[in-house]
DNA sequence: TTGGCTAATCATGTATACAATATTAATCAC
DNA sequence: GTGATTAATATTGTATACATGATTAGCCAA
C-alpha cells in the first residue's frame, strides 16, 4: 500500500468517512498545483481508482469538483485532463488577480498584526530556501500559498477563496507559459511587501503589489503551442 | 471515418447527452436564484430523481455543483438544502461585489457599444415591468442578469464567472435578510448607470455603481434568526 | 406527561454491473 | 505504402443494489 493510500485510510478510521475523500481530493490538487501533473495529462477514472483504493464514484466526484475549479478538463466520454489554460485565460486570471489581490491591500494592511507577519515571513523564509535547494514543486506551493494566506488576512472569507481558486490556476498557467526553473516570484518580493504591510502602508503594499504581480506576468512567453495539425509546411520552410 | 466526421458526430453527441444535466442544473439553480425553492428548503435526491426523471446519481452530480457554488449545503448523510446564507457570508458577498464589480467598471465603460446599451437597457425595462407587474421571480432574475451581464462586458470570463455567483447569493441574501416585496436594486438606478457608461465615463461609473451597492446592502435587515432553541423566555417575556 | 429505550423506516454513501461511445488494431483494396 | 472499413479493446456514462447512518414512531416505566 503507497503512502497516500496508508494516509487516507488511517484518516478515515480517525476521523468520519467524509474526510477521506477530501485527502484525496488534496492529494490530486496539490499534484497538479505543484507541477507534478503537467497540463494535458490524462487523469483515468480507473487509475485513479485504484491508486487511492476507492471506486470510480467517489473519483468522479473529486474529479467534477476539479473541473468547476477548472484545474481539470473534462471533456464528455473522453475524460479528464489536467487542463491547459489558453492565452485569454491567462490574461484573464492576471487581470483578475490586479484587481483583486491588489484592492485587498489596504484592508490587510490593516488587520495584519506581529503574529500573522512573522508567520508570513516564515513562507517567504521557506519559499527561498526551497529555491535554493531546487525545490521546484515545494517553493511553488509556498509562493502560491503566501499570496493566498495574504488574502485570507483580509477577513473576507468569500474574495480569499477567489484568490486560492487564481493562484491554482496561475501555477498551471506558469507550468505552461512559464520559463522552466524560473519561479514567477521574485525571491525578495514576498519580503518588502511584508514589511510595508506591517507598516500600516497599504497603498504602498497596493501598489507594490500590482507590480508585482506585472512582473510575474511579464515573465511568460505567450505563444500559443498549436499541438494539434501543425503546419509543417510554416515548420520546415515551404 | 474522417477526422472531420469524427468531431462532428462527437459534438452533436456532446450536445445530447451532456445537455440534459444542463438543462437540470439551470432548472434547480434558477428556483433557488429566483427564490420559489426558499433558504432552508430541503432537496431530497429521491423526490428531485423522480421530478426530472434521472436517476440518483446524476442529482447527486448537480447538488454537488450547486454545494460548490454554495447555493446549496450539503450535510453529511443529512442531505442537502438550500444554503442560508449567514450575516457574515452576507457582509463578505457584498464586500466582494463593491471590490469587483466597481473595479471593472471603468474597462465596461471603455468597451461598450451602443449595441451593447440597448440590451442592457431593454434589460432594465423588463425588470421595471416585471417589478411592476408583480412578477417578483422574474424581477429577481432580471436584476440578477443585469449585474452578471454589466460583468460580461468587460471582456474577462473569470470575473464575470464570479461576478455571477455573487449574484445568486445575493439572491439568497435578499431572501433571507430583504424585505418582502422590495427588491435589491432602485428602479431606475440601472438606467442611470447606462448613462454613465454610454457616456464614457466609468469613474462616474464605478462612484454610482458603489452607491446602488451600498444602497442594496443597507436595506438588509441584519438580524440573525436563531431558528434553533428559540429563547421562549425572551420571545413571551420571562 | 416526561424521559429513555428499541425497532422500524427513511435517506444518503458507496460499489458494482451494464450500456454507450471513443480509441486502437487489423484487415483489405488500390 | 496509403487510405478506408471493420473488429477489438478500453473508457466513460448511467442505473441500481446494498450498506450505513439518521430520523421517527412506538412502547414502557417512572
Redesign the pocket.
Same mark, same amino acid.
Given at each position: 500500500m503507497s503512502d497516500v493510500q496508508a494516509v487516507a485510510k488511517r484518516t478515515a478510521s480517525e476521523k468520519e468517512? /467524509?474526510e #477521506?475523500?477530501e485527502i484525496i481530493y488534496r492529494a490530486v490538487s496539490d499534484a497538479i498545483v505543484e507541477q507534478r501533473l503537467k497540463p494535458g495529462a #490524462? $487523469? #483515468?477514472? /480507473?487509475a485513479l481508482a485504484e491508486v487511492f483504493?476507492?471506486? !470510480?464514484? =467517489?473519483i !468522479?466526484?473529486i474529479l467534477q469538483r476539479l473541473a468547476l475549479e477548472q484545474l481539470v478538463t $473534462?471533456t464528455? #466520454? !473522453? =475524460?479528464?485532463r489536467v487542463t491547459r489554460p489558453t492565452a485569454n485565460e491567462a490574461k484573464d486570471v492576471f487581470d483578475a488577480r490586479q484587481l483583486v489581490e491588489c484592492g485587498l491591500m489596504p484592508e490587510v494592511a490593516r488587520r495584519i498584526g506581529t503574529k500573522e507577519a512573522a508567520e508570513l515571513r516564515d513562507m517567504a523564509h521557506r519559499e527561498r530556501k526551497a529555491l535554493r535547494e531546487g525545490q521546484q514543486s515545494a517553493a511553488i506551493r509556498l509562493s502560491a500559498d503566501f499570496h493566498v494566506r495574504l488574502a485570507q488576512l483580509s477577513g473576507n472569507a468569500t474574495l480569499a477563496e477567489f484568490v486560492e481558486r487564481l493562484c491554482s490556476r496561475s501555477s498551471l498557467i506558469l507550468a505552461v507559459y512559464g520559463h522552466p526553473g524560473h519561479l514567477g516570484c521574485e525571491s525578495h518580493d514576498h519580503d518588502d511587501l511584508i514589511g510595508y504591510l506591517e507598516a500600516g502602508n497599504g497603498e504602498r503594499a497596493r501598489a507594490f503589489m500590482s507590480r508585482h504581480l506585472k512582473a510575474i506576468e511579464a515573465s511568460l512567453s505567450m505563444v500559443e503551442e498549436e499541438d494539434d495539425v501543425p503546419d509543417l509546411q510554416d515548420i520546415f520552410g515551404g
Open positions: 468517512g /467524509d #477521506r475523500h #490524462r $487523469l #483515468r477514472e /480507473d483504493a476507492i471506486s !470510480r464514484t =467517489g !468522479r466526484k $473534462l464528455p #466520454r !473522453r =475524460g479528464a
